[in-house]
Nanobody
Framework: QLQLVESGGGLVQSGGSLRLSCAASGFSLSSYNIGWFRQAPGKEREGVACIKRSTFTTTYTDSVEGRFTISRDHARVYLQMNTLKPEDKAEYYC?????????????????WGQGTQVTVSS
């Protein structure tokens, strides 16, 4: 069974940091481009970052550029989130891409984890 599992969410004060982790079962993460997404209540799911499988090239949405870093090793994909802001509060998901390019569109992803909650207090 193909599965993605996120971990590392929690409550942090504004300006703080969290590190999210994404692990997979049923397939090798290293064979796919992997993205991180987030969804706040009442809002659409938003692409946050993506990392390519072979070149490790990264892509970020503008609002997190310079604050978030996506990385990967052979088993996991990480999202290091620094200088967190209240507007970063959301459910965060990792997902497996169907595309050879690193897209931030949810339409380019076919497997999703269950999410991990990130709450940032002001």
């Amino acid at each position: 069974q193909l599965q993605l599992v996120e971990s590392g969410g929690g409550l942090v004060q504004s300006g703080g940091s969290l590190r999210l982790s994404c692990a997979a079962s049923g397939f090798s993460l290293s064979s796919y481009n992997i993205g991180w997404f987030r969804q706040a209540p009442g809002k659409e799911r938003e692409g946050v970052a993506c990392i390519k499988r072979s070149t490790f090239t990264t892509t970020y949405t503008d609002s997190v550029e310079g604050r978030f870093t996506i990385s990967r090793d052979h088993a996991r994909v990480y999202l290091q989130m620094n200088t967190l802001k209240p507007e970063d509060k959301a459910e965060y998901y990792c997902a497996r891409s169907t595309s050879i390019v690193c897209s931030l569109s949810p339409n380019s992803y076919n497997y999703w984890g269950q999410g991990t909650q990130v709450t940032v207090s002001s």
